[in-house]
């Protein structure tokens, strides 16, 4: 290996995990090693205990560290809540030659006023997305250096998210004696482990169902069209039947996992299964129609909420490649078939592509966004050297 180790660290509702990957001089990215934790003191994405949330990073960095044999001294970080969502801004400048020939100068300047964007209070930049260029407001253009024209536009999605609430996750990790290297957003770093080329360029929409957030990235016209987050995910499911049935947490999540599918199945409205609702009562029966209608209901409204933005954004006609799911969600039985009733298109599993190393974590869906971010941190690395030139194409947005 001709550089040094890349770790990606995700402090998940969930799951705190952090995978170890190496970049070979051929840009193939290999991943070494990896350290999960069960998490504590997250919600929704955000930080809610701090001590217990930097107990668990620092028992997956361990692990990380103890089964891929090196020292983590930095890690680039994953942030998601419900508090991420981004917008498509335009900013124009004239074009300041005399023979109105474009330079960079007039791109830089119109990309500057693009990102010239008032947020809501509290809220920062976590990623600028270039989408495209107009030349005096004609058709789009992919390059404009050395048109000519009087004015050039750029079109930016600017993705952002709450200050206060990713510095409490940074503050976390650094108090775990590591340096944070680079922020990224969940959902961007999922789209880049699971979608291929060719999905992007027809137009597709990733779905990352994660344990307290859903994230959601749009490619539409040849360019990410959409990005944002609703914080409801995984966890949800699991309290609805933990309140519906009166049961522990643990047990919810056990029945959910076990029995539990996104489409109602006819077959087996009167079957029966058994649960055990604590050490102080019996263990007792409901019914596996009750249970299966619980979880429906709520798989159906996170999809739902994700449809109707971009319904609203005038997307989904854009969508030729369809959808893809991904996140510990998309293992729930038959949700690719809810998705395909709820959307009209087609929808397939997401699993973490071209890349070499770990198999079990390779084949996870849950995996798929700190796997991306090790792509993520591999292009900005690679883009410092010699080896981005051979492997543009393949950590491209």
């Keep these: 290996m001709s550089t040094p180790p890349i770790v990606a660290l995700e402090v998940g509702t969930s799951t705190v995990r952090a995978l170890v990957g190496e970049l070979t ?11 999960e934790s069960p998490s504590s003191g ?13 107990a668990c990073v620092r028992d997956a960095l361990q692990k990380a560290e103890d089964n891929s044999h090196v020292t983590i ?17 335009r900013g124009s400048a004239p074009v300041l030659s005399e023979d109105h020939e474009i330079t960079v100068e007039d791109i830089e300047n119109a990309e500057k006023m693009a990102r010239a964007i008032s947020l809501p209070t509290g809220h920062e930049i976590l ?19 050395g048109l000519e ?49 060719a999905e992007k360029q027809n137009g597709v929409l990733m779905i990352d169902l994660g344990g307290g957030t859903t994230n959601y990235i749009a490619y539409a016209e040849e360019r990410l069209a959409d990005a944002g987050a609703f914080a409801v995910g995984g966890d949800h499911l699991s309290n609805d039947l933990a309140f519906g049935f009166g049961l522990p947490q643990v047990e919810a ?10 489409m109602p199945e006819f077959a087996v ?14 263990p007792r029966q409901v019914r596996l129609a009750d249970l299966q209608t619980i979880l429906h209901v709520r798989i159906e409204e996170i999809l739902v909420l994700v449809r109707e933005q971009l319904r609203q954004n005038k997307l989904i006609s854009k969508l030729g490649s369809g959808i893809v799911l991904t996140g510990g969600g998309a293992r729930l039985k038959k949700v690719e078939q809810l998705a395909e009733k709820i959307f009209g298109l087609p929808c397939r599993l997401g699993r973490p592509r071209e890349v070499n190393g770990l198999t079990a974590v390779m084949e996870q869906p ?20 010699g080896l981005w030139s051979r492997i543009r194409k393949r950590f491209r947005l």
């Design 366 to 385: 849950e995996c798929a966004a700190v796997v991306g971010m090790l792509r993520y941190a591999a292009k900005a690395q690679a883009s410092h050297s």
């Design 253 to 262: 999540e056990r029945i959910k996992l076990e029995f539990g599918t996104a």
């Design 127 to 145: 990623h600028t997305v270039h989408q495209r260029y107009l030349v005096d407001e004609n058709l789009p253009v992919v390059n404009p250096e």
């Design 25 to 35: 001089e051929e840009g193939q990215l290999i991943i070494s090693g990896s350290g």
């Design 42 to 54: 997250v919600r929704k994405g955000e930080i809610i205990d701090f001590d217990n949330a930097l």
């Design 149 to 197: 024209g009087t004015k050039i536009a750029a079109d930016i999605l600017i993705v952002h998210g709450q200050c206060n609430a990713m510095r409490n996750i940074v503050k976390v990790v650094r108090s775990a004696q590591v340096d944070v290297a680079d922020v990224a957003f969940s959902g961007l770093c999922a789209a880049l482990a699971v979608l291929t080329p």
């Design 73 to 89: 001294n930095a890690v680039h970080l994953l942030v998601s809540g419900g508090h991420i969502s981004s917008r498509v801004n």
């Design 269 to 282: 409205r009167n079957q029966t299964v058994t649960v055990n609702p604590g050490t102080s009562q019996p």
